[in-house]
């Protein structure tokens, strides 16, 4: 299964994206999606994960109360609502798979290409 992210772009801060990230093929519902992004130079940072099969959500303090991530069970994608953004959350945005939820994006697989979030200030 491979999951790649899309819907990434230019937008002011204070605006909002909304990111998806789509899987080649079934998610379990034991599965966890997690959205990481990434500066470069910079390690991959934890954003937010989803329980596939209860929608259970887990969030970075920094985006907590700002970004929202789902899932749309039947098509296999996931969503990332990020509003109020700021510049310092421009960064190359991926999701991935995972088995439990974990912050460490080395517990992730299946990864695909990111998708650039650019916030201009």
């Known amino acids: 299964v491979q999951l790649q992210a899309s819907g990434g772009g230019l937008v002011q801060a204070g605006g909002s994206l909304r990111l998806s990230c789509s899987a080649s093929g079934r998610l379990y519902s034991s599965a966890i999606m997690g959205w990481f992004r990434q500066v470069p130079g910079t390690d991959r940072e934890f954003v937010a994960a989803i329980r596939w099969g209860t929608g259970k959500t887990y969030y970075a303090d920094s985006v907590k109360g700002r970004f929202t991530v789902s899932r749309e069970s039947a098509e296999y994608t996931g969503y990332l609502q990020m509003n109020s953004l700021r510049p310092e959350d421009t960064a190359v945005y991926y999701c991935?798979?995972?088995?439990?939820?974990?912050?460490?994006?080395?517990?992730?697989?299946?990864w695909g290409k990111g998708t650039q979030v650019t916030v201009s200030s």
């Open positions: 991935a798979r995972g088995t439990s939820y974990d912050t460490d994006s080395r517990a992730y697989t299946n």
